[in-house]
């Protein structure tokens, strides 16, 4: 393992699972977001890098293993809790715990302390079967068994997809703990709102890597300035404005348009007014051009 | 490592609401109910007996056939066309046509024929019934032989009487041919295909991948996925030579040993075979599907029902495929035979073969899943 790189290079997958040119690194300690809509191969990479599927050529390695012909010692140092709520939910909260401890041959007391605050909110409920605790616990019972093992390394596939505002908040709060105990965070998220809150990002779509950068550089790499509008409606706004042979992009997010033009501001559309751009919008604008 | 996969497996196995009930129904279901409806003996058959002697013998002939266990009177009839009706009705499977002249025939000439019709919608019923009857008319001209000659004077014929022994199940009692072979396809549901459902949805469910990622080894998750079920599979096979001892008093005539022993490599068998189809399935739809198309066609040509020696020959040949054929006929000759190790010895290394190549394809069709 050299200067604290934990995940390197991974690439080319082709026939069914769209994965094309990805290459990324992640250094020990981060948290590290791939961002990306449905479909742009963030679980087929995941299910790469935990060694369930192989690549169809590449090479990627974590923690110094290659993931292809390590994996058995690989999977000792990683944890993942995949999309689905994958444990036994015929299983009581507390004998899924054990469970996972005691395949990782360690046990539930030895790395408490890594689990502690998030086992802490459903520790109550510890009798009851996993398949009958409601959302926000499964994640949370979830993230304590894949982290139980203490791994160096964690893969969390859209850890906060379905999940409400409140306990996605709190769910990335555990992150962030998590972070200060030396776990490496590798997550993926549809959310643009939550690439802000990872050290560094990979911007993902179609199975291609578009931009490996921290939040705060791809905003800053914005290249052109950004406008919002708004008008009673915005839906033919938003048409009336792509017309515009002096606008290069426009596109809804939320209740305002958000134009970039060709020039100069066209200051005839209505209520404009130019804004800082978010990831979001560096996201689409990478994807457009 | 192994110990908690198996530890965790039973925890779910007996969490479950409907298995548990139904791993104990089905030895129950297999010893009190399955041996009395596969019952292939034939008994009550309705016949109506077309009189048109109106004699003695001809009378004494028609109860002798009412008397019989298989036999019941429906009715009688004037004419053919008559009896024809009840059977078209359904009152009648057989129709037993005794001509005018039937006494004085058998008197003066010595001989006589008679006209018996089954109905043989049901091929086993019209079958049997007729045979049934013919012996019970060749019985009765038996009986009225061995009462003319001495009355004429003549010295008749020898009289060559027939009394059939039957062997290894002397009152041919259908029950103690079918246990044995029930519990086959009781051992073939438990340690085959409830595995195998098992394993499949541990992938509909997903949890299958969360093991994947752990350093749990795929031999030991299948180990662990096994190994309950082959310890239910002795249980509920111990508990059912037990039953099957106190409510038919059917004890195997040959050793425990043997007959265990056997179990253990037909256990492996059909284990792998489930395996196999639980590789190739990744739905429990699939799997339901393929395990029931394997069921009947395993039970139809395992000899089951049906005698293996009169299936045409290149049905025979696919019987020799059939894992569930050599261990019924292990069964059937330990429990009834009393055969030893050196009896049943080509048919166990049948087995043993079946189990090479089964857990073998098994093992390798899973590593490439991976």
Not at chain 1, 95 to 121: C, G, H, M, P, S
Not at chain 2, 252 to 259: D, F, H
């Amino acid at each position: 393992m050299k200067d604290d790189v934990t995940i390197i290079n991974c690439q080319l997958i082709n026939k069914a699972q769209a994965l094309k040119d990805v290459s990324f690194e992640v250094k020990k300690g981060e948290i590290f977001g791939l961002i990306g809509p449905d479909g742009a191969g963030k679980t087929t990479l995941f299910r790469i890098l935990t060694s369930l599927i192989s690549a169809d050529s590449g090479q990627a390695t974590v923690d110094g293993l290659d993931v292809a012909t390590d994996f058995r010692e690989l999977r000792k140092h990683i944890g993942y809790m995949p999309g689905r709520f994958s444990l036994y939910q015929d299983l009581s909260v507390e004998e899924n715990l054990q469970f996972f401890a005691t395949i990782f041959n360690t046990t539930v007391e030895e790395n408490y302390y890594l689990i502690q605050d998030i086992y802490k909110q459903i520790e109550p409920f510890k009798r009851r079967r996993a398949g009958k605790l409601s959302g926000g616990m499964k994640q949370k019972l979830a993230l304590s068994c894949a982290l139980i093992h203490k791994p160096v390394v964690l893969f969390l596939d859209e850890p906060t997809t379905g999940v409400d505002p409140v306990s996605r908040k709190e769910f990335w709060e555990m992150l962030k703990k998590l972070k200060t105990e030396g776990v490496t965070i590798v997550v993926s998220t549809p959310y643009m709102d939550e690439a802000q809150l990872c050290d560094r990002i990979a911007l993902i779509q179609h199975g291609k890597i578009l931009s490996v950068e921290t939040p705060e550089k791809i905003i800053a790499g914005f290249p052109k300035k950004l406008y919002q509008a708004h008008s009673e409606n915005n839906y033919l706004l938003l048409l009336e404005v792509r017309k515009n042979p002096e606008v290069k992009s426009a596109f809804m997010s939320g209740e305002y348009l958000h134009i970039v033009f060709n020039g100069e501001a066209d200051e005839t559309v209505p209520n404009l007014k130019e804004i800082g751009p978010s990831i979001e919008d560096c996201f689409v604008y990478l994807i457009e051009n | 490592m192994l110990r908690y996969l198996i530890e965790k497996e039973f925890k779910q196995t007996f969490r479950n609401a409907f298995i548990p009930k139904m791993i104990l129904a089905f030895p129950f279901m297999v010893l009190l109910v399955f041996p009395w409806a596969t019952n292939q003996e034939i008994k009550n058959i309705n016949v109506t007996v077309i009189d048109r002697d109106h004699s003695a013998w001809s009378k004494r002939l028609s109860e002798k056939i009412g008397a019989s266990t298989y036999f019941n009177l429906a009715g009688y009839a004037d004419s053919n066309d008559e009896g024809m009706i009840t059977v078209e009705d359904g009152k009648a499977d057989m129709l037993l046509d005794i001509p005018p002249d039937f006494e004085k025939n058998l008197v003066n000439r010595g001989e006589t024929s008679i006209m018996i019709s089954a109905n043989a919608v049901n091929i086993m019923k019209g079958g049997l019934g007729s045979g049934y009857m013919n012996a019970i008319v060749q019985d009765f001209a038996g009986e009225i032989r061995a009462e003319i000659i001495p009355a004429s004077g003549k010295t008749g014929l020898p009289l060559i009487q027939v009394i059939p022994q039957g062997r290894f199940n002397v009152f041919l009692d259908y029950k103690v041919f079918m246990i044995p072979a029930l519990i086959v396809i009781l051992m073939t549901l438990l340690c085959g295909f409830l595995p195998a459902l098992n394993i499949v949805s541990e992938k509909e469910i997903g949890t299958i991948e969360q093991i994947n990622v752990t350093p749990v080894r795929k031999f030991s998750f299948i180990l662990g996925k096994l190994i309950p079920y082959w310890v239910i599979g002795l249980f509920v096979f111990t508990l059912t030579l037990g039953l099957s001892a106190l409510i038919y008093g059917l004890v195997p005539q040959g050793n425990l040993l043997t007959i265990y022993l056997s179990v253990l490599v037909y256990i492996t068998t059909v284990s792998g075979l489930g395996l196999l189809i639980s590789n190739y399935s990744s739905t429990m739809q699939q799997a339901m599907f393929v395990i029931f198309f394997f069921l009947i066609i395993f039970i139809l040509i395992s000899g089951l029902f049906t005698p293996i020696s009169s299936m045409p020959h290149w049905a025979q040949v696919f019987t020799y495929f059939n894992p569930l054929r050599y261990f019924i006929e292990i069964m059937r000759m330990t429990f009834l035979k009393g055969s030893g190790f050196m009896d049943i010895w080509r048919q166990l290394a049948a087995l043993a073969a079946c189990a090479f190549v089964l857990d073998g394809w098994a093992l390798i069709s899973y590593r490439k899943s991976h």
